[in-house]
T-cell receptor
Framework: KQEVTQIPAALSVPEGENLVLNCSFT??????LQWFRQDPGKGLTSLLL?????REQTSGRLNASLDKSSGRSTLYIAASQPGDSATYLCAVTPSGGSYIPTFGRGTSLIVHP | DGGITQSPKYLFRKEGQNVTLSCEQNLNHDAMYWYRQDPGQGLRLIYYSQIVNDFQKGDIAEGYSVSREKKESFPLTVTSAQKNPTAFYLCASSMGVSPLHFGNGTRLTVT
């Protein structure tokens, strides 16, 4: 069964820092990997989706990379801002079966001014 | 604008009562999902449906029931058999393996 781990569980950084969030998965037979943002009491907002054949995706200050062979993905946030404060979750969709995503527990990020 | 609507946002019930959470989407997505989220936990799959009139149990289906009579609607009933129903419930939809779209959630409190 696929297991998805996100490290660290929580992170507090000063504004302006570049930071990296990690997501690891145990089964490399994946279809895609998706990064989400969740604000307190809200649903999840999709940030980036990387197909298994891709190495990275970029959107503004966000860059997500995927190394399928080692079972790892990173989300890089450049020049962090207080508005980036949220919980970031990754989800891995398997390449076979029902294509149901498995989620990590998330990394809670606080960017302080 | 297309999206997923969950209602109500907050729901309070007495122990022993069944309660139904609404989820409606106008994205024309085939697949819909219900997740439960507890503090410090990831999302756990309750039920999913990949086509109308068909649904499958997820990892924690005990004490829950669903129906999928229409493509755009996937209501979740939390029954009195669910031992710890207080949680944040999230509904999502997708077209095949396309990105998941989420609603804003329903926070259920059972006392």
């Amino acid at each position: 069964k696929q297991e998805v781990t996100q490290i660290p569980a929580a992170l507090s950084v000063p504004e302006g820092e570049n930071l990296v969030l990690n997501c690891s998965f145990t089964d490399s037979a994946i279809y895609n990997l998706q990064w989400f943002r969740q604000d307190p009491g809200k649903g999840l907002t999709s940030l980036l989706l990387i197909q298994s054949s891709q190495r990275e995706q970029t959107s503004g200050r966000l860059n997500a990379s995927l190394d399928k062979s080692s079972g790892r993905s990173t989300l890089y946030i450049a020049a962090s801002q207080p508005g980036d404060s949220a919980t970031y979750l990754c989800a891995v969709t398997p390449s076979g079966g029902s294509y149901i995503p498995t989620f990590g527990r998330g990394t809670s990020l606080i960017v302080h001014p | 604008d297309g999206g997923i609507t969950q209602s109500p946002k907050y729901l309070f019930r007495k122990e022993g009562q069944n309660v139904t959470l609404s989820c409606e989407q106008n994205l024309n997505h085939d697949a819909m999902y219900w997740y439960r989220q507890d503090p410090g936990q990831g999302l756990r799959l309750i039920y999913y449906s990949q086509i109308v009139n068909d649904f499958q149990k997820g990892d924690i289906a005990e004490g829950y029931s669903v129906s999928r009579e229409k493509k755009e609607s996937f209501p979740l009933t939390v029954t009195s058999a669910q031992k710890n129903p207080t949680a944040f419930y999230l509904c999502a939809s997708s077209m095949g393996v396309s990105p998941l779209h989420f609603g804003n959630g329903t926070r259920l409190t059972v006392t």
